[in-house]
Nanobody, 114 residues
Framework: VQLQAFGGGLVQPGGSQRLSCATS????????MAWYRQAPGKQRELVAS???????AYEDFVKGRFTISRDNAKMTVYLQMNMLKPDDTAVYYC?????????WGQGTQVTVSS
């Protein structure tokens, strides 16, 4: 399984960023996917998830600001992030929902700062 997240960068507070995560080696259309993040000195945490049929769920700290979506034909999952806050600064990863193994692929750094 390969996972490659990209689209991160430096953004000002209140700004927006769209992350993409390209995957391969997964039965993607049937796989529940999620975005996670890990801030410096903290454990990795779940941000948002999407089922194979497109039902979404969000952690409270991003609800109303972030939107997860997927394109099964492209085997890609997206995270639209709006109204970004400094606390959103982290490395963002995509993976299967409830995954706890060692393969986290390449994350993408998002830094929210003025």
């Amino acid at each position: 399984v390969q996972l490659q997240a990209f689209g991160g960068g430096l953004v000002q507070p209140g700004g927006s960023q769209r992350l993409s995560c390209a995957t391969s080696g997964l039965p993607f259309s049937f796989t529940f996917m999620a975005w996670y993040r890990q801030a410096p000195g903290k454990q990795r945490e779940l941000v948002a998830s999407i089922t194979s049929s497109g039902t979404t769920a969000y952690e409270d700290f991003v609800k109303g600001r972030f939107t997860i979506s997927r394109d099964n034909a492209k085997m890609t999952v997206y995270l639209q992030m709006n109204m970004l806050k400094p606390d959103d600064t982290a490395v963002y990863y995509c993976n299967r929902l409830r995954y706890s193994g060692p393969n986290w692929g390449q994350g993408t750094q998002v830094t929210v700062s003025s």
